[in-house]
Structure formats: C-alpha cells, structure tokens
Nanobody, 124 residues
Framework: QAQLAESGGRLVQPGDSLRLSCAYS????????LAWFRQAPGKEREFVAA????????FYADSVRGRFFITRDDTQNAAYLQMNSLKEEDTANYYC?????????????????WGRGTQVTVSS
C-alpha cells in the first residue's frame, strides 16, 4: 500500500513563510492527483489545494488562494505546499492525500491515500 509522509510543519509567526513537503512511497502515485487538506482543533478537515497528475492544473481554497502554492516533483516522488503570509487562522494539522482521479477533488472522499499530517502553528 502506498504511503505518504508530510514534513516541514513548525511554529511560526504571522506573516512568515513555510514550505511543507509530502513524500510518497511508490512511483505509481506519479499518476495520481495530489492534494493538501488541513484540520484545525475542533473543526472538520478542509481542502487547501490540489494539483493534477500533470502538474499543469492547480486548485486552491478561497482562504489560501494567492498565499499558498502547490507543486509536485515526481522525479523526487514529492509534492510541496509553499505557504506565504501565514495567518493565525492557518494553524492546523496539514495532511497530504492522493487520488486516482475523478470525483470531487475538494472532498476527502475522493482521496484514497493519506499521510499522518504535520502540525503548523502560527502564533505571535
């Protein structure tokens, strides 16, 4: 079974930048759509960003558009989430996920593989 592992989360101040990484274990995931979700304490997990298997099409939640940028490097079996101008409301556990394709890309149900998450805390 394919595995995903997130890294890069830490405590930062408002306005800082941070890059999260998602390493995937199998080359087969190079043909999958990859996405980032996040879950804040007491809230449901929500969609953040997704990138098509080709890397040419990207999708963002309104709350992060223009501040967060998703990329993938399939030569490294990895995806990334560059987060700029971080706000306290970005504090959450961030998860990487992979989907074969189809389905609602904004919905958790479309994704078959998940990482365990990496914690991002934005606080002054």
């Amino acid at each position: 079974q394919a595995q995903l592992a997130e890294s890069g989360g830490r405590l930062v101040q408002p306005g800082d930048s941070l890059r999260l990484s998602c390493a995937y274990s199998e080359e087969s995931l190079r043909t999958y759509r990859l996405a980032w979700f996040r879950q804040a304490p007491g809230k449901e997990r929500e969609f953040v960003a997704a990138i098509a298997r080709t890397g040419r099409t990207k999708f963002y939640a309104d709350s992060v558009r223009g501040r967060f940028f998703i990329t993938r490097d399939d030569t490294q079996n990895a995806a990334y989430l560059q987060m700029n101008s971080l706000k306290e409301e970005d504090t959450a556990n961030y998860y990487c996920a992979a989907a074969v394709g189809g389905g609602d890309l904004y919905s958790e149900s479309a994704y078959v593989y998940w990482g365990r998450g990496t914690q991002v805390t934005v606080s002054s």
